[in-house]
């Protein structure tokens, strides 16, 4: 990485505590970069909410060898409804993963607006039956990189490998920027 590609200095990154978590969800090997925390908490919204897309790299920027774990695979990023998309005129998820340089792919669709957000934990169990797969979209046999910003309950992710399984990929692999203490599966 080049000093210009850098987007935040040296004692602001300091206030990043990655945490680096392994673990299963779903029958799949899965890490998050960092703990849900109250700083990733408040970047996170000043991204997405506060609409300030030039902080989309700075999650994962220090941690671009990411890119070697996963070399061969696809990256699958956890949709949003189209609507809140064209609201912020951005994807936040493709933004904060696009800095790992691998080949990203849009398969999937979220056929309702709701804001998770905007949920409880119970309502947000229900969010799995509107991630669908867009039609005419084979992934046969490819190694999929599905990516998120927060797993809260991991509806959304558990939607995700579902659908996935179901088309025959041949691996599945998460990746989350940040992970809340509720999932221990």
């Known amino acids: 990485m080049n000093l ?7 004692h602001c990154f300091s206030k990043f505590k990655p945490a680096f978590k392994h673990f299963k969800f ?4 899965a890490l998050a970069i960092y703990d849900y925390d109250d700083f990733i908490r408040s970047l996170i919204y000043q991204f997405k909410t506060n609409l300030d897309i030039a902080l989309g790299p700075i999650f994962l920027e220090r941690y671009i060898h990411l890119k070697y774990r996963y070399l061969g695979y696809k990256v699958a990023i956890a949709p949003s409804h189209e609507t809140h998309d064209l ?13 790992l340089h691998l080949p990203i792919i849009d398969p999937f669709i979220k056929t309702s607006s709701i804001k998770q957000v905007e949920l409880n934990v119970e309502e947000r169990k229900e ?20 990516v998120d910003d927060i797993m809260t309950t991991g509806s959304t992710l558990k939607a995700m490998v579902e659908i996935l ?5 041949k691996k599945i692999k998460i990746l989350v920027v940040a992970k809340t203490t509720l999932i221990e599966k």
């Open 26 to 29: 779903e029958g799949c090997k």
């Open 127 to 146: 969010v799995s039956k509107y991630i669908k797969l867009k039609e005419n979209f084979n992934l046969k046999n490819q190694k999929i990189l599905l």
């Open 87 to 99: 609201e912020r005129g951005f994807r936040p998820v493709e933004e904060m993963f696009k800095v």
């Open 165 to 169: 399984k179901e088309e025959n990929v």
């Open 4 to 10: 210009e590609e850098v987007h935040i200095c040296h």
